[in-house]
């Protein structure tokens, strides 16, 4: 089964960018459909962005659409999410997910496999 670790978090003031990234130790990671999700304090997880397996079409968050990107690179094995022109209600876990499902999907049931999450906190 594929493990997965995420990386990338940490504090950005608003306007900001950072790059997460999501290893799936050593599996091939185009064959799997690839997600993001985040939860705020408070709140329940929400999607934020997917890529397809072995295609690569991409799938976005209407509130993420134009400033977030999800890419992957099968060389490294590893899924990015770049995020750019961040505001302070991106604060949240961001977690990465693996699913077999062949079309990028929002819904969460749909991914079988999680990491454990990396903060990103946006500040004012």
């Known amino acids: 089964q594929v493990q997965l670790i995420e990386s990338g978090g940490g504090l950005v003031q608003a306007g900001g960018s950072l790059r997460l990234s999501c290893g799936t130790s050593?599996?091939?990671?185009?064959?799997?459909?690839m997600g993001w999700f985040r939860q705020a304090p408070g709140k329940e997880r929400e999607f934020v962005a997917a890529?397809?397996?072995?295609?690569?079409?991409?799938y976005y968050a209407d509130s993420v659409k134009g400033r977030f990107t999800i890419s992957r690179d099968n060389a490294k094995n590893t899924v990015y999410l770049q995020m750019n022109s961040l505001k302070p209600e991106d604060t949240g876990l961001y977690y990465c997910a693996a699913s077999t499902w062949s079309a990028p999907t929002g819904n969460s049931g749909n991914y079988n496999t999680w990491g454990q999450g990396t903060q990103v906190t946006v500040s004012s």
């Open positions: 890529i397809a397996r072995i295609v690569g079409y991409t």
């Open positions: 050593g599996r091939t990671v185009s064959d799997y459909t």
